[in-house]
């Protein structure tokens, strides 16, 4: 175990993911948290430097030119002398792979909604990922400033949908243009929300009674507010933090991210209950943070973040220890010792090299094609951290060069991006295509045109007769070979070197999986 120095440092730091539905407000929240940071001066723009028209988590080109999110960002800044390690996820559901392994490396989430619309899918899918890792989840209600559903009515279908308990923090005084700012119930203090000339502030309130309530809020409102107020308390009861913390419950706030109204009520949130950096399962126990041996675990892959110099960023996951510059780490999976001589933080495609980490920080390290998601790395225990998971795609598509000659160029692109986790690519058995796998279409898109922008490659993809892929396992090594003979013209290898049955219909693979019974055709592969 370590000194109370250490106890000092994993007590200052949270580590959350914000996710939602596409169009929620995630992205907007995350620049409001680092204006409260004091790391940018605007929206869009970074301390000390011009004008941006883009999110700063949005730094990579095509998100720029789209207007959305498609890779994950990871940002570090204080508030109230806390360290938060923020990672915005994408929003699009085609990119939900990505989002899927960021919540392994995360103690805490930030769901939000939109008040208009509601709970929606891609929320659900999302919630369901939480719940096998019991991450605690804080509620955020978006946009009440706008045309919106009455909040009980959202409260209700959230408990329906998620199969959460709510405890409402906050509750909202009206909504739309009737909205008015939220009553803190746990800490009984108003906020007034005020739209003039855009300019958008808050004014505190000590009580319910205070007489110059009646300046900011018409009878009719205040009365309905009273009423609604009245049966919130009786019957939701008051936020309990072992609950919050086993993922029981989720306490709910109400705000608008682009008025810059509950932003803080959310941070202020985190550091109060949500928890400091956690313990990890590893294959053969759990990982304290407050071991004094370094371990940590690759969670994500970013290639060319430098255009300049084709830089490959592995993000890793301090599960206990320090990182100090210059040490000696083991990598686990190709059991080589490294030495960490620069390793960095984030903030969003920025980065600033540092010194010393703690458990709970995300620190970036240079990957020369030799770390993959899922690595561990330890001072020299033989551990491999659990979890990472690996999907089978969805949805699958042939590659093809405009000009051939560069083939090479395309498979070194596109082994670089399929590191990345967001994109698979097969190499079939019997030929030399390279067909790539995806959750969504709109990944494909990303995929030409980063080829294009980060590699100089024009390349279209056309659509290829597969409906399903499962990767093949087996104990009986005779079992396999014999499969691979039989049903060469379906297989093909991985960027892992993993074997995978590429299945032109669920038809074909229901005859197949029965006549191979000793074989295991799987849908997730651990990293």
Not at 328 to 356: E, P
Not at 421 to 444: D, E
Request: glycine residues 6%; hydrophobic residues 40%; charged residues 25%.
């Amino acid at each position: 175990m370590f000194n109370s120095n250490h106890e000092q440092e994993l007590n200052k730091r949270r580590t959350f993911a914000i996710i939602s539905h596409p169009d929620a407000g995630k992205t907007t929240i995350t620049e409001k948290m680092l204006l409260f940071g004091k790391v940018i001066r605007f929206s869009g723009t970074i301390k000390g430097r011009g004008n941006g028209k883009y999110a700063k988590s949005d730094w990579m080109n095509i998100e720029k030119e789209r207007g959305i999110s498609v890779t994950t960002s990871v940002m570090q800044f204080r508030y109230k002398n806390i360290l938060m390690n923020l990672l915005d996820t994408p929003g699009h559901q085609d990119f939900s792979e990505d989002t899927y392994r960021i919540l392994t490396a995360v103690d805490c989430c930030l769901v939000v909604i939109d008040a208009a619309k509601g709970i929606e899918e891609r929320t659900k899918k999302l919630i369901d990922v939480t719940r096998i890792h019991k991450t605690p989840i804080i509620t955020f209600i978006n946009k009440l400033d706008r045309d919106s559903r009455e909040p009980m009515e959202i409260i209700d279908e959230i408990e329906k949908e998620l199969q959460l308990d709510c405890i409402p923090v906050t509750w909202p005084i009206s909504c739309g243009k009737n909205f008015k700012g939220v009553y803190d119930i746990h800490d009984k203090v108003i906020y007034l929300y005020k739209n003039k000339l855009f300019k958008k502030k808050f004014v505190i309130l000590n009580r319910l009674s205070d007489s110059s309530l009646d300046e900011h809020i018409n009878i009719d409102l205040s009365i309905n507010f009273q009423k609604e107020l009245e049966l919130i308390i009786n019957v939701y009861p008051e936020f309990n933090k072992e609950k919050f913390l086993k993922g029981i419950i989720t306490p709910v706030f109400f705000g608008s991210a682009l008025g810059n109204f509950g932003i803080d009520h959310l941070l202020n949130s985190l550091i109060k209950w949500a928890p400091p950096p956690l313990h990890r399962q590893s294959n053969k126990r759990k990982v304290s943070p407050r071991e004094e041996k370094f371990t940590g675990f690759i969670f994500k892959i970013q290639a060319n973040m430098d255009l300049k110099h084709r830089d490959r960023i592995a993000f890793m996951r301090i599960v206990s220890g320090q990182y100090t510059k210059g040490m000696k780490l083991k990598h686990i999976r190709i059991k080589k010792n490294i030495t960490v001589s620069d390793a960095f933080t984030f903030l969003a495609g920025d980065r600033i090299s540092i010194k010393k980490a703690y458990p709970g920080d995300v620190i970036g390290l240079h990957n020369h094609g030799t770390i993959r998601i899922g690595d561990t790395f330890t001072e020299g225990e033989e551990i491999k951290f659990i979890g990472i998971p690996s999907f089978a795609p969805e949805i699958f598509r042939l590659i093809h060069l405009k000009n051939p000659l560069k083939q090479k160029q395309l498979k070194k692109g596109l082994i670089q991006l399929s590191e990345e986790g967001t994109v698979q690519v097969f190499r079939p058995i019997v030929n030399n295509n390279l067909i790539l796998g995806a959750i969504g279409v709109l990944q494909f898109d990303v995929v030409i045109e980063r080829l294009r922008i980060e590699y100089n490659i024009d390349a279209i993809y056309k659509k290829v007769n597969i409906i399903l892929a499962r990767w093949i396992r087996s104990e009986n090594h005779r079992s396999i070979n014999n499969f691979k003979n039989n049903y060469s013209a379906y297989l093909a290898y991985d960027s892992s070197n993993y074997l995978i049955y590429l299945a032109p219909s669920v038809a074909n693979l229901n005859i197949v999986m029965t006549q191979n019974s000793d074989i295991f055709f799987d849908t997730i592969r651990e990293q």
